[in-house]
Nanobody, 122 residues
Framework: VQLQASGGGSVQVGGSLRLSCTAS????????IGWFRQPPKGDREFVAY????????TYTDSVKDRFTISRDNDKNMVYLQMNSLKPEDTAVYYC????????????????WGQGTLVTVSS
């Protein structure tokens, strides 16, 4: 599975961005997708995931009620809508794919995109 993340950029505090993750895989609908991020001086951390069929989503506490993950299996796309952005959201965001069951543990994911940079300035 090849993944490509896009949609990053620079925004001011309180702004919004929508990240997209494109997958080149006919069986995309069999994969759960997670978004992870790595801040400039930090470790990779879980952000959100959506299950293979879209029925289940989970978010890390710091982005709940601000970020929304969704998927369109017909288009092989997963989105991360990010609203009310804060400086602490600044990071490189990665999408990752895992067969069937989703996980908040990045080590469980087999395929990773190249990352897209989000910068939130005050």
């Amino acid at each position: 599975v090849q993944l490509q993340a896009s949609g990053g950029g620079s925004v001011q505090v309180g702004g919004s961005l929508r990240l997209s993750c494109t997958a080149s895989e006919r069986t995309f609908s069999s994969y759960s997708i997670g978004w992870f991020r790595q801040p400039p001086k930090g470790d990779r951390e879980f952000v959100a995931y959506v299950s293979w069929n879209g029925d289940s989503t989970t978010y890390t506490d710091s982005v709940k009620d601000r970020f929304t993950i969704s998927r369109d299996n017909d288009k092989n796309m997963v989105y991360l809508q990010m609203n009310s952005l804060k400086p602490e959201d600044t990071a490189v965001y990665y999408c990752a794919a895992k067969y069937y069951r989703p996980s908040a543990n990045g080590d469980d994911y087999d395929y990773w995109g190249q990352g897209t940079l989000v910068t939130v300035s005050s």
